[in-house]
C-alpha cells in the first residue's frame, strides 16, 4: 500500500497520486473472474485424505486373527483394513476370512467385527490326511483294518489316513492276529509301518506202531504216521486210525510256537461188532451186567471172548443170548421177547361205550381181555360223554376190574358253570336261577301305587346279580372324577358308600365298560356317549331287569312274596337296612319314628342284614336304577324273560333308600322311575349265565 507524505512543497516530496478513470474491457464487462491452479487441487485431496484417515482410524477396531498354525496365511475380503503386524485396523461388520497353510486344509470362514476397540478372534486349520504306507515284511496278503474299516491287503501305499491315534488291526490266516495302535502327522506326510506277523500254530509229531494210521485233526485228515505236521493253536481233537485196529483219541491245547513231539500209540486190535435187534423194539441190552443202550443198537465187543446178553422190557419175560466174536468181525442177532399177560374186565356205563387201548379201537368197553403186564393207557368213548383216559398196569394172577362211569357233556358244562364271580373292579356277583312269581301288588294292599299292577312274570335265563351295590370306589375306576357329594355337611364320598349321582346313562356305560375290561360283549349300543338300545343276546354287565330286581328281592326260598324285606309287618327289625329314620327327622318329611339304623344318609355297602338270598341292601340305603325303560303295565299274559321297552322317556328305578320313610316306598313293590341324577338313588350290576 501507498501511504501520502502530508510534506510541504519543496522539502523533496513526491508527486501526488491522481486517480484516473477505469473503463472494463467490454466483452468483461459485469463478470468475474477465476484462474485454476494444481497446487490447490493437491492441497484439497490431501486434506480429504488426511481426514478420511483420521476418520477411519478414529473408528476402526484392532483386531487380532490367532490362528494355529501361526505359519498360515491371512486374507480379509469384503471391506476396508489395514494389517499392523499381527493385527488389523477394521471397522465392525461381517467379512470373509481366507486361512491358508502347507499341508492343512484352507478354511474359509465368517469374520464378525463387534464394537470392542480390541477383540481377538482364533481359528485351527485342520491338517490333511497322512500318507501312510503299511507292510508284512516277506507276508504279503495280510489283510488290514484301520478303526474296524477294511482297508485291503499288504503291501499297502500311501493310504490317506486323517491325523490322529487310530487302531490297526493285520490278520492272515494260521498267524496271530496282530493289533497296535497306529499315530498319523498327517500334513500330507509320508510314514511307513511294518508289522511282523508271528505264526498261530505249533509243530506235532505223531508215531504210531503199527504205522500207517491215519492222522485225523478236528475231524480233516492231515496225514499218515509217521508224520510232523503244523497244527494251529488252541483245543484240538487229535485222532489216529488205523484198518482192524481201535481208534485213538486225544485231545491237546495248542500253544502257538510250542513244538511237541508225541510218543509212539500203540494201536490195540479192533473190536467185533454186533448189531442187537429184538421183536419188540425198545428193549434194554447188557453185556456181562453192563448196561449198553436199547434195541436196535450196535456194540462193540472184545474179540475172542464169550460174552453174555440180557434183554429186559416191560410186560415181557427177559432173555439170555451168549455171543463170540472175531476181531474186526461185523455180525447181527435178532431176539422175540415173550409178552407177559393178565385177564382184565372192563364194565363201564353207559353200556355201549367204546374201548380204545394205547389209542387203538377195541371194540364195546364192556368186555373182558387179556393185557400185557405193562402200562397201558385205557380210554373210553361215546360221543356226547366226555371222554374217559387212564393208566392202567395188569397183574398177572390178579382178578382186576376197570369200572368207568362216562359224564355227560351237560352235566360237565353245569359242574363247570362258577356260582359266583368277582369283576375287575372287585364286585362279587350270585349266580340265581330264578323261576316264576307275580310281580307287583294287589289293590288291596295298604300304600299301592296304581302303577304296581300285579304282572306274571316267568325267568327262565340264569343271572348273576352283585351281592352289593356299586360304590364309590368301583365307580372312580371308571370315572375318576366323579364325585358323588354331600348332604346337609355329611358326605356321601367315601369309598366304601354307593355311588350316587350317577343317570342310568352313566350307569349302562359303566357296565359297558366293565365288560370292555374283561372281553365279554357289550350289552348297550351306544353313540356318542349315549345308550341307544341293547342286545338282550349278550353276556356282558348290564343293570339287572326289573323283573329280575324284584324276583331276587320278593321270592323267598318257599316260592311265597314278601311285602318288605324282613317279611310283612311293620316297624322293620333291628339292622334291618337303612331308611327315612330319627336320625333324618329334621332333614326329611316322613320318617319311621320307632326305628334307628344309626346312619343320617348313605352307609358303607352291606352294613346291614342280608336278604333271603344272600344280596344286601336290595331295599334301603339308596335306590336302585334297573334296566327297563318305565312305563304303565297291565296284563299281557306270562311274560318270559322280560326287559322293557327299547324306547321310552324315563327309567324304572325300584327299592326304597335312606330319604324313604312311609308305608308306600318301604314296600318291595315300590316303582319310581326318574332320567336325572339324585343323591339317594344309585346301581347294581347284574349280566347273563349264558
Known sequence: MSHLDNSAPGQGAEDPIVPIDFKPHEADAGKLTFKFHWFYAVVAVVVLVSVAAGWFVLTAKSVFVDVDPVTAEVDIDGGLNVRLGQRFLIRAGTYTLNLKNAGYHDNVTELTVNEESAQT????????????????????????????????????????????????????????????????????????????????????????????????VDGETVGTTPLSAEILQGKREVTLKLAGHKAWQQRFEVLAGEDIVLPPVELEPADGLVFIQSQPAGASVTVGGQFQGLTPLEVALQPDRNHELTFFLNGFQSAKKMLRIASGEESAMQVELIPITATVRIA???????????????????QTLELMAVSQQIEVRKEGYVPHTQDFISRPGLEQTIRVTLKSLEQLRLEQIRTEITTVASQSLKLLYPGAFTMGASRREAGRRPNEALRDIKLERPFYLAYREVTNAQYRA???????????????????????????????????????????????????????????????????SEAEWAWAARSDDSGNVLKYPWGDQLPPPE???????????AYLGEVMFDYNDGHFATA?????????????????????????YYGSVGSLGVEIDPLGSELGQFHTIRGSSWAHGAITEMRLSFRDFGAEARDDLGFRVARYLE
Open 121 to 216: 478372534h482364533s481359528y485351527s486349520l485342520r491338517k490333511l490326511p497322512g500318507r501312510v504306507s503299511i507292510s508284512t515284511y516277506d507276508l504279503p496278503g495280510a489283510r488290514v483294518r484301520i478303526d474296524d474299516v477294511d482297508v485291503g491287503e499288504t503291501p499297502l501305499t500311501d493310504l490317506l489316513v486323517e491325523p490322529g491315534q487310530h487302531h490297526l488291526a493285520i490278520s492272515k490266516d494260521r498267524y496271530q492276529d496282530y493289533a497296535t495302535t497306529l499315530s498319523v502327522e498327517g500334513r500330507s506326510l509320508p510314514q511307513s509301518h511294518e508289522a511282523r506277523l508271528e505264526p498261530a500254530w505249533a509243530v506235532f509229531s505223531f508215531a504210531s506202531n503199527p504205522s500207517g494210521a491215519a492222522i485225523i
Open 348 to 366: 363201564t356205563e353207559p353200556a355201549d361205550a367204546e374201548l380204545y387201548i394205547n389209542g387203538e379201537f377195541r371194540g364195546l368197553a364192556n
Open 478 to 544: 371308571f370315572d375318576a372324577e366323579h364325585s358323588s357329594g354331600t348332604v346337609q355337611g355329611l358326605t356321601l364320598n367315601n369309598e366304601l358308600q354307593p355311588v350316587v349321582r350317577v343317570s342310568w346313562n352313566q350307569a349302562a356305560l359303566y357296565c359297558n365298560w366293565l365288560s370292555e375290561q374283561e372281553g365279554l360283549p357289550l350289552f348297550y349300543r351306544v353313540e356318542e356317549e349315549s345308550v341307544v338300545g341293547f342286545n338282550p343276546e349278550s353276556i356282558g354287565y348290564r343293570l339287572p
Open 575 to 585: 339292622n334291618a337296612g337303612n331308611f327315612g329314620d330319627i336320625t333324618a327327622q
Open 604 to 628: 358303607p355297602v352291606g352294613s346291614y342284614t342280608a336278604n333271603h338270598q344272600g344280596l344286601y341292601d336290595l331295599a334301603g340305603n339308596v335306590s336302585e336304577w334297573v334296566h327297563d
